[in-house]
């Protein structure tokens, strides 16, 4: 009997960088949560407590650090591929690296006068985030570029139904033709090759997400993710698959007829847990494959 | 020997309350957490376990979501003061009510063609607040509502100084004439009168503070705050007492010498803990008394 | 028209700080969070921000980690007290200081063949805490010492009924004999005179409330915090005053009926929110006045 | 060009299910937070909005509840079968389903004359997690067990060194010889087969797992990783496989030698960010294939 040792990773996760640009008078940021995680030749490092190949993650902290100087974060994708790279090219025992990066937006502070060039407001509860993992060395060398996003908050006062559905024993739901439909998207897509200008990119496919969320009419959050999801392959023939986790987030009718009141669609019970859990993804039928691209490190135990 | 009952309040925390208008083809949405809590002649349910006099917690949540469809909610603090108003008028072993509400805002989803008239996105991290506390009946009737604000998150890339502080045994801070300066701010204002339009009068507020902040060199946020401070009491003579409190948020430049690399204020890690906390009150001096406006949940024991 | 500077204080917060006692074999261990805050002559930081009685709240830091070294943390309370003196001693322009400490109980490993001396488990959700407050200098010096726990989750599966309440037109909750009764609690007890052995003296508190909260067949649960209370004060003469803040956690019969099933108090659903929150004080006849002992952060703002 | 849907499910997380044994007058309870999702024929939701294949999310909730009570919870991972069992066996158009089930503990309260039978503290902060797959129908049904448990916090105050590492260009880290090593557990193991009894075999899992950390001398979490994961395939032929997850929780000794003292490892900082990160698998050589049982929610999109 023996026991194997069959995957492993390891990392520096959740750098808290941020980055300012005051090259000019109008200085720019980036904030960031940086994770890096190496893999490769460690074994070792399991078996024997033998660290002559283990690259400390303090190490690996430093090199966010210092890659935020040297190279700047024009976008996180570009910086995260950027020190993806340099793990698996520079590091000898590094055989592959996976970088994930989340985003808090800042804008900046208006004035009746106009735009102060050093004050920032944040921008929002969304964060933006990155996942990028890069295989191999030299000629072989593959990269998967994933962008995405989580935390935006949508609610469509009308314009959702949901009826038709399957009945069992334990079915109780009432039909619905006119209920509030709410979610909290997380959205990952996978991109066919670097884009010219990521924010850019993202920024269009947050807007295509939010528009068909928007004028959809709902008959179901599946029918809803569905068109969100193909609407996005359709603006952009540079993405190929995008992947969508959307809570339904229940707003409950209140009944208040005990109160002699009647309540037509104006006063709901906002419920924490449980909630329901729609998930997909959607891709073009020629996509090239996403290889390790999605591995979660869910898959590790987490 | 006795021991005595010396305080004592209960109710209902955070009701999940979402109020949608739909009364024009362009939808308004009210999303609230309201909390009421009742003082008076419960002495009874303590010592003998005789609710004769306990209104249920249950009850206040029905009366919360009863007045939104009723009453409505124009804006957050004449919804509470009308809770308020209620339990202590209408409840006969009533003496005082304190109704808290915090309000998530929403804003419409705008496309090309125009913003939609039901389709909504969660604008902001940031959480308005109010906390309205009524005491007494009839002709005696006492009043005081406060407005505020919390997780308004606030960052200067520059403009801000730290020296000239006392040093001590302990102290081996350098000086500084340059730094960052972040806050995620909790601000709230006491009201001599109620507004005509709250809305409009605590949009005002938050834009006074966010001025102020951006705008004042400063040499201490101490002096950030009592800038912020008098600048709202100075734009609204109904306001009688701002007070502010203010972590500052530590962002740390990140030595990179080692590294052969001169980080001249790019590169910053954002530490999480601990930080700094600034908490001031700043009031006009001919400010009517403050009453119970500010007794804290805390004073009772969380 | 004048604007006042009426109250502020500022220190630093959350410091976390873990002291391991290594002097003989058996570890020990003290895992903590350290606020500190300073009130005084600190108006010319506000008003011309004017640092020259200002020290760092990084210097305050410092001392925290320093005096768990050389005073060392034999309790939270002793500890922090002799970090309030020596601010109010020892920094001339502070007329006053709160530290709130907040602790993490470990257990250490127990195997088969015993416990291991530098091996530990975190034992509990539960926080044990401290607010100590001091004032003044020399002979007239005042001190207050809080010690308090929170998060100490209870539930009790019978012996909790809840009947002959009050009703209003927006009552609709039925009574009931028997129902799930759980909080997560949160206690705080002011004590007369410096206990010879905090720690000790603080595990019989909790075991008191514990003990109470098992046995007093309650009749709601503002009887159950009487009894847990004034149990306190009976069996700690040196304790004067205990407050309690405790959520009603509701658990929720599921109606099973629809399926043929006849749910007898045995499938519940765990609500998050809304909770009751029922907060009361309870003191001693004679207790020495409490003085600034409660007052709360949030009086400023938060 | 065509757009393809390529993965997805559906279902209610996080139904907050508490079930009461009060069969014998010495009440028991399991306290879950329950998730189920389905996978199977459900296009045409996505793509017509068609909903005749959906068993609404609510009535996979009723059934949480339902057989909570019918079947009983003897543990997470019976409970779990039973439900996923019973959505793949009973609802036609399920190919495929997915419970996790998290279990908070709680222990009887003990006084001086013994435990008490109905009231109950909560245990402790870790929670323990089942992951339930099963797929196919009649004879080709295949299921897999997962246990796990997270949020178990351990450190060692010594025995752990960490030194002999590879240095770069971005390497400033000292080795050392004696460290705090503090974690925060993510394991999940998988059976080959039911456990006669789960909540025995999982409590020794969980004691060899704190054993092995506790005893060895760390020369770098990751040994410490293999030697706990090893340990458990040696206890338990029945586990094939344990993966685990952990956060190297750093705690930082303080500089105190500005205030001229010598910190020989006794005050540390306890950061909160960055951490490191080790993840591994162990596996027993023969062990039957994992299929779809470690497939993360993650590879959907959050």
């Known amino acids: 009997m023996a026991y194997l040792l069959t995957a492993h990773q390891y990392g520096k996760a959740e750098t808290r960088l941020v980055r300012i640009y005051r090259d000019t008078g109008q200085h720019r940021i980036r904030d960031l949560n940086v ?7 460690f074994a070792a490092a ?43 090219d520079d590091i000898e025992p590094v055989s592959g690296a996976r970088v994930e990066v989340d985003e808090y ?12 060039p050093h004050a920032f407001v944040r921008a929002s509860p969304e964060v933006r985030t990155t996942t990028v993992t890069v295989e191999g060395r030299g000629p072989e060398q593959r990269a998967w570029v994933l962008s995405g996003l989580r935390d935006l908050v949508l609610l469509k006062s009308t314009g959702s139904e949901f009826a038709g559905f399957l009945r069992d024993r334990y ?9 509030v439909l709410a979610t909290s998207l997380t959205a990952r897509w ?6 010219d200008d990521f924010d850019a990119l993202n920024a269009s496919v947050r807007r295509v997400l939010i528009e068909q969320f928007a004028t959809v ?24 698959e995008v992947r969508l986790s959307a809570p339904n987030k229940h707003h ?17 019970h906002a419920d924490d847990r449980p909630y329901g859990l729609i998930q997909c993804s959607v891709q073009r039928d020629d996509a090239p494959p996403a290889g390790p691209a999605w591995d979660a490190p869910g898959s590790f135990a987490g």
Chains 1, 2, 3, 4 share one sequence.
């Open 35 to 41: 994770s890096t995680s190496l893999r490769g030749d």
């Open 46 to 88: 399991y078996l024997d407590g033998d660290q002559a190949n283990v690259l400390p993650t303090d190490s690996q902290k430093n090199t966010a650090y210092a890659f935020a100087l040297e190279r700047g974060v024009t976008d996180i994708e570009t910086y995260a591929l950027a020190l993806a790279r340099h793990f698996t």
């Open 105 to 116: 937006e800042w804008e900046r502070v208006r004035l009746a006068g106009g735009e102060l």
């Open 171 to 179: 079915t109780t739901l009432a039909e619905t033709d006119d209920r």
């Open 190 to 195: 996978r991109h066919i090759r670097a884009a």
């Open 217 to 240: 009419h709902s008959r179901a959050l599946q029918q809803s993710l569905w068109e969100m999801g193909t609407a996005v392959l359709a603006a952009h023939d540079q993405i190929a």
């Open 252 to 268: 409950f009718l209140v009944d208040l007829s005990p109160f002699g009141l009647d309540n037509r669609g104006e006063v709901f």
